[in-house]
């Protein structure tokens, strides 16, 4: 049986192959038998199907802007809208129960069906968001409080996310958690620059540091592992967008008061970053992480394209700039070129003394 896969996949398991043929890993007869059963697809249908649902979600929303211009739909429209608020959160809720079910019956039957099970969730997850809206419509007093509105909805998305061991549906719940986290951080300070001496970015640094530190906890329980990955991940996008927010604008609550402050004053921040970035990055080469190796080389280059606009824009040529930046990431590519020599000759000697 042969195994079917993009050109860009197949030629690197060629190149595999021939690697543990030449190294004597495998005999030839392995050889052969391993070569011929790669075939290249001919067509990546499935980038099709994942394009295909994306545009169908697109228009789905055009559609619904488009009603605007019929009047018989507008008329049908306004008269379900003048239901109760309670009402249409019933009915909203039930839709979307009901999507929910038929996404879960139909990974279980389908689950090769990828993308269509992921559209029937995300339609679940609109007509929740939905609910919880006509909900806050319904209970509220005019408070303001409206963080936990967002909390309702990460209490939901992490419920239906668990049982149904989605882990789309769990990026929606952190994403839910981010918002109720800044709204109501910021509802407690009453809507004030800071919370507990630390401005908005401050914060989010913290929550993404919670977050990241959770997933590593999730390792540790069987049912939690499939969500590991994705709460580490955004733990990092937390993290890192926050931190570079916090580099530019500091710990400052107010527009006028950081615009009082020198420059030159936030580049502990900016140092700080850099120094993250790069410790994420020795991280992700030591433990052969790539999610942590990938965040820390683009924050880092955010960083230095940052800061050269901060500091250097106006003031050095841009020729100089980039001869500057070339050649010190030529150094760390050469240094980092020299480790690997190293370490895949001792790879080698080790092979052959074996």
């Given at each position: 049986?042969?195994?079917?896969?993009r050109?860009?996949?197949?030629?690197?398991?060629?190149?595999?192959i021939?690697?543990?043929?030449?190294?004597?890993?495998?005999?030839?007869?392995?050889?052969?038998?391993?070569t011929?059963?790669?075939?290249?697809?001919?067509?990546?249908?499935?980038?099709?199907?994942?394009?295909?649902?994306w545009?169908?979600?697109?228009?789905?929303i055009?559609?619904?802007v488009?009603?605007?211009?019929?009047?018989?739909?507008?008329?049908f429209?306004?008269?379900?809208?003048?239901?109760?608020?309670?009402?249409?959160?019933?009915?909203?809720?039930?839709?979307?129960?009901?999507?929910?079910?038929?996404?879960?019956?139909?990974?279980?039957?389908?689950?090769?069906?990828?993308?269509?099970?992921?559209?029937?969730?995300?339609?679940?997850v609109?007509?929740?968001?939905?609910?919880?809206?006509?909900?806050?419509?319904?209970?509220?007093?005019?408070?303001?409080?409206?963080?936990?509105?967002?909390?309702?909805?990460?209490?939901?998305?992490?419920?239906?996310?668990?049982?149904?061991s989605?882990?789309?549906?769990?990026?929606?719940?952190?994403?839910s958690?981010g918002?109720?986290?800044?709204?109501?951080?910021?509802?407690?300070?009453?809507?004030?620059?800071?919370?507990l001496?630390?401005?908005?970015?401050?914060?989010?640094?913290?929550?993404?540091?919670?977050?990241?530190a959770?997933s590593?906890?999730?390792?540790?329980?069987?049912?939690l592992?499939?969500?590991?990955?994705?709460?580490?991940?955004?733990?990092?996008?937390?993290?890192?967008?926050?931190l570079?927010?916090?580099?530019?604008?500091?710990?400052?609550?107010?527009?006028?008061?950081?615009e009082?402050?020198?420059?030159?004053?936030?580049?502990?921040?900016?140092?700080i970053?850099?120094?993250?970035?790069?410790?994420?990055?020795?991280?992700?080469?030591?433990?052969?992480d790539?999610?942590?190796?990938?965040?820390?080389?683009?924050?880092?280059?955010?960083?230095?394209?940052?800061?050269?606009?901060?500091?250097?824009?106006?003031?050095?040529?841009?020729?100089?700039?980039?001869?500057?930046?070339?050649?010190?990431?030529?150094v760390?590519?050469?240094?980092?070129?020299?480790?690997?020599?190293?370490?895949?000759?001792?790879?080698k000697?080790?092979?052959?003394?074996?």
């Amino acid at each position: 049986m042969k195994i079917s896969l993009r050109k860009k996949q197949a030629r690197f398991l060629n190149e595999v192959i021939q690697h543990w043929g030449e190294e004597a890993l495998i005999d030839d007869a392995t050889k052969g038998r391993l070569t011929n059963s790669i075939e290249v697809r001919p067509f990546d249908w499935k980038k099709l199907a994942e394009y295909s649902f994306w545009i169908s979600i697109i228009c789905i929303i055009i559609s619904l802007v488009a009603v605007v211009a019929d009047e018989a739909l507008i008329h049908f429209v306004e008269q379900f809208f003048s239901a109760s608020n309670l009402m249409l959160c019933l009915t909203f809720a039930v839709i979307a129960g009901g999507f929910y079910y038929w996404g879960y019956v139909s990974r279980k039957k389908f689950p090769h069906r990828t993308y269509s099970n992921e559209f029937i969730v995300v339609l679940g997850v609109l007509s929740t968001a939905t609910a919880i809206a006509f909900l806050g419509k319904a209970l509220d007093n005019g408070s303001g409080h409206f963080s936990l509105l967002f909390l309702l909805a990460t209490i939901v998305y992490g419920i239906v996310g668990l049982v149904s061991s989605s882990n789309l549906i769990w990026i929606f719940a952190l994403l839910s958690l981010g918002a109720w986290f800044g709204a109501e951080t910021g509802y407690v300070s009453d809507w004030g620059g800071y919370y507990l001496g630390m401005n908005y970015p401050l914060r989010f640094v913290l929550f993404g540091m919670v977050l990241t530190a959770l997933s590593f906890l999730f390792g540790r329980f069987t049912y939690l592992q499939g969500f590991r990955k994705s709460t580490y991940t955004l733990g990092l996008l937390y993290f890192f967008i926050a931190l570079w927010i916090l580099s530019i604008f500091g710990n400052y609550g107010d527009i006028y008061e950081w615009e009082q402050v020198g420059q030159i004053s936030l580049l502990a921040w900016g140092l700080i970053f850099g120094a993250v970035a790069i410790m994420a990055i020795a991280y992700g080469l030591k433990f052969d992480d790539y999610i942590s190796r990938s965040y820390g080389i683009t924050f880092l280059f955010l960083n230095l394209y940052t800061r050269y606009f901060e500091y250097f824009w106006d003031i050095t040529h841009k020729t100089i700039f980039f001869l500057v930046l070339a050649i010190t990431f030529w150094v760390i590519g050469k240094n980092a070129e020299r480790i690997w020599n190293l370490s895949f000759i001792n790879r080698k000697e080790l092979t052959e003394e074996e």
